[in-house]
């Protein structure tokens, strides 16, 4: 009941565009995104609460395509920041993580 | 306001000791969720509690385990006895609202408690 997440992991220069996708093999009711640093907690990005909402702030933008039970992260033009494991979430009645994307921006 | 505040941040214990995490979660917030988080299996749920009251524990790994919230500013998670299979980093997390379903919010996670078991 985990989502699956792809990539696994991720390596940009500074500037590059990335996606990270999170699927489910089951029905999607809202999908949170989080952004965890090394040694640190997970941190929210932004929750889509219906399909095809589409939300961003800043260069990190998100789709939900409740149809195909999937949702993809898309940061552009990577900062060194960027960098982290993002992890989506989501689940009817139980919350369940994604397996996780390690992002990493080089300069 | 402070955030959610977990103690210990560290703690390395040998096996077959009790171990107690704590937690104290953002006023306000209806909802208490505790995580584990290990290499192997990512970030697990093991418990979530709505108003004090337990609603699901079925993460919870088996009765080694066991927590409680006595009231709305304090949550514990107990190890007891602890294996080396427990060490891991446990997260306490608040919100406003259940994380998942349709009407869900935004979690707001503590430091986390890195547990050592020797």
């Known amino acids: 009941q985990q989502p699956v997440q792809s990539p696994q992991a991720v390596i940009l220069r500074e500037g590059e565009d990335a996606v990270i996708n999170c699927s489910s093999s089951k029905a999607l009711y809202s999908v949170h995104w989080y952004r965890q640093k090394h040694g640190e907690a997970p941190v929210f990005l932004m929750i889509?609460?219906?399909?095809?909402e589409q939300k961003g702030h800043d260069k990190i933008s998100a789709s939900f395509n409740e149809k195909k039970q999937q949702s993809s992260l898309y940061l552009t033009a990577s900062q060194l920041s960027y960098s982290g494991t993002y992890f989506c979430?989501?689940?009817?009645?139980?919350?369940?993580f994604g397996t996780g994307t390690s992002l990493t921006v080089i300069p | 306001d402070a955030g959610v505040i977990q103690s210990p941040r560290h703690e390395v214990t040998e096996m077959g000791q009790e171990v107690t995490l704590r937690c104290k979660p953002i006023?306000?917030?209806?909802?208490l969720f505790w995580y584990r988080q290990t290499m192997m299996r990512g970030l697990e749920l093991l418990i979530y509690f709505n108003n004090n009251v337990p609603i699901d524990d079925s993460g919870m790994p088996e009765d080694r385990f066991s927590a409680k919230m006595p009231n709305a500013s304090f949550s514990t998670l107990k190890i007891q006895p602890s294996e080396p299979r427990d060490s891991a980093v446990y997260f306490c997390?608040?919100?406003?609202?259940?994380?998942?379903?349709?009407?869900?919010?935004?979690?707001?996670f503590g430091e986390g408690s890195r547990l050592t078991v020797l």
């Open positions: 889509l609460l219906k399909g095809g």
């Open positions: 006023s306000g917030h209806d909802y």
């Open positions: 997390a608040s919100s406003s609202r259940k994380g998942f379903g349709a009407n869900t919010g935004e979690l707001f």
């Open positions: 979430g989501t689940g009817r009645n139980q919350f369940y």
